[in-house]
Nanobody, 122 residues
Framework: QVQVVESGGGLVQPGGSLRLSCAVS????????MGWYRQAPGKERELVAT???????NYADSVKGRFTISRDNIKNMTNLQMNSLKPDDTAMYYC????????????????WGQGTQVTVSS
């Protein structure tokens, strides 16, 4: 059993900052790639940022230079620092974790959190 829980969302004014956190717990042999995705009303879910187990990061063009993804392998967490927020950043933000569950199987499973709402508005 693996749990993924996001936190840190809220209401912020344009130009402000928020820091999202994602904690992964449960039966985990190894925690591999992690990422943040978002979905606004009436739009498709889109990738925001990912970070590999080795620390390699990837960002959507729309957030480059403003968002920073990081991970803490000791705490099994990933964070998304969001600066210079814009109204277009308003969305439900979801955390995804790729997890190896067993020492006997290399198979990797995806786990998603329930999301945390980010609203950028004056």
């Amino acid at each position: 059993q693996v749990q993924v829980v996001e936190s840190g969302g809220g209401l912020v004014q344009p130009g402000g900052s928020l820091r999202l956190s994602c904690a992964v717990s449960g039966s985990i042999f190894s925690l591999n790639a992690m990422g943040w995705y978002r979905q606004a009303p009436g739009k498709e879910r889109e990738l925001v940022a990912t970070v590999s187990s080795g620390g390699t990061t990837n960002y959507a063009d729309s957030v480059k230079g403003r968002f920073t993804i990081s991970r803490d392998n000791i705490k099994n967490m990933t964070n998304l620092q969001m600066n210079s927020l814009k109204p277009d950043d308003t969305a439900m933000y979801y955390c995804k974790a790729n997890v190896r569950r067993s020492a006997w199987y290399v198979r990797e499973s995806e786990y998603w959190g329930q999301g945390t709402q980010v609203t950028v508005s004056s």
